[in-house]
């Protein structure tokens, strides 16, 4: 059973993303936006402080229903709409719809690359907190210490990674790490 369903805009980019991710992830595509102020009306509450009156787009209604269909059964689901203001809205107005009761993530990526979308899900935000992989700690010895965050942990474990290369340079004002996985 897939656990973690990765969502982004375009259905060209689920064959790609699939192979970096593996079968512990399930990609699928909003196809653009499911929902949209009504033609018809305003689409605005006047009276209820300017609330937006949003309806599910007539012909991607059975789109949006195959969407909580096969995210049903998933604890998490990343949403890696593209990084615009279109993209935030489809996320933000697909989470309304199928977020409810699920752990939910906004990753962003600017290129398909493997490294490019792993990191971007070891580092998605959620609820406004911002998750790292590596944070260096500089000990009051001077020394760095290496902390990887559950966020980060929890993702290799979900993509089988079994190795991580860690790097550290500091000097007295800077610290930074840098982190390599292989499977």
Do not use: C
Request: net charge positive.
């Amino acid at each position: 059973m897939v656990k973690s369903i990765v969502i982004v805009e375009s259905p060209t980019k689920i064959k790609t993303i699939s192979k970096f991710l593996g079968p512990k992830f399930k990609v699928l595509s909003s196809m653009g936006h499911l929902v949209d102020l009504p033609k018809s009306t305003l689409g605005i509450d006047i009276q209820n402080n300017f609330e937006p009156k949003l309806i599910v787009v007539r012909s991607k209604s059975k789109l949006l229903t195959k969407l909580k269909k096969d995210t049903k059964s998933a604890t998490k689901i990343y949403f890696a709409t593209d990084p615009d203001r279109e993209g935030e809205a489809i996320g933000w107005n697909l989470i309304q719809h199928i977020g409810e009761g699920k752990e939910i993530f906004r990753v962003s990526f600017q290129e398909i690359t493997k490294e490019a979308v792993l990191k971007a899900l070891g580092t998605g935000w959620r609820s406004g907190i911002a998750w790292t992989d590596v944070e260096v700690v500089l000990e009051p010895s001077g020394q760095p210490r290496i902390e990887l965050h559950n966020r980060a942990a929890e993702i290799a474990r979900e993509l089988g990674i079994a190795t991580v290369h860690i790097s550290i340079s500091h000097t007295d004002e800077l610290a930074t790490a840098s982190a390599i996985a292989e499977s």
